[in-house]
């Protein structure tokens, strides 16, 4: 029990310095170019540290947005397929009411992909 506290305390302030790192890298090496800016000069900029950890980010992101509305949508359709299935198994003519109640939730999905797609052009 000892250990896992000695362990979960490293695990927070490991996870602390990274977040610092994190957010004050790009900070640190953020150079925008104005008109006058070459283009080698944006190729440099785009290779620095900075640039890819904001896409680094970016990437992340999009990802949390797919993995959060796939994850919200399948909660959404276990409920409903539940139900649906009670309510067809009693009356079957409601099937079409409980069809569209299951493809309800799969908009959820498409806005987070939407999101993702808005969120990778940025990069």
Same mark, same amino acid.
């Given at each position: 029990m000892v250990i896992v506290r000695r362990y979960s305390k490293l695990m927070i302030a490991l996870l602390a310095l990274v977040a610092i790192a994190?957010? *004050?890298?790009p900070v640190a090496h953020a150079a925008e170019g104005g008109e006058? #800016? #070459?283009a080698v000069e944006k190729d440099r !900029? !785009?290779?620095?540290?900075?640039?890819? *950890?904001r896409a680094m980010g970016i990437a992340i992101g999009a990802g /949390?947005? /797919?993995?959060?509305?796939? *994850?919200?949508?399948?909660?959404? !359709?276990?409920?409903?397929?539940?139900?649906g299935t009670g309510a067809l198994a009693e009356k079957p003519e409601l099937f079409g009411n409980v069809l /569209? *109640?299951?493809?309800?939730?799969? #908009?959820?999905?498409?806005f987070g992909f939407v999101i993702a797609i808005m969120l990778v052009q940025a990069i």
């Open positions: 994190a957010t *004050l890298a006058g #800016t #070459t !900029q !785009q290779s620095s540290v900075g640039y890819g *950890l /949390i947005a /797919i993995a959060g509305a796939g *994850l919200a949508t399948g909660r959404a !359709q276990a409920g409903v397929g539940a139900g /569209i *109640l299951f493809a309800i939730p799969e #908009t959820i999905v498409v």
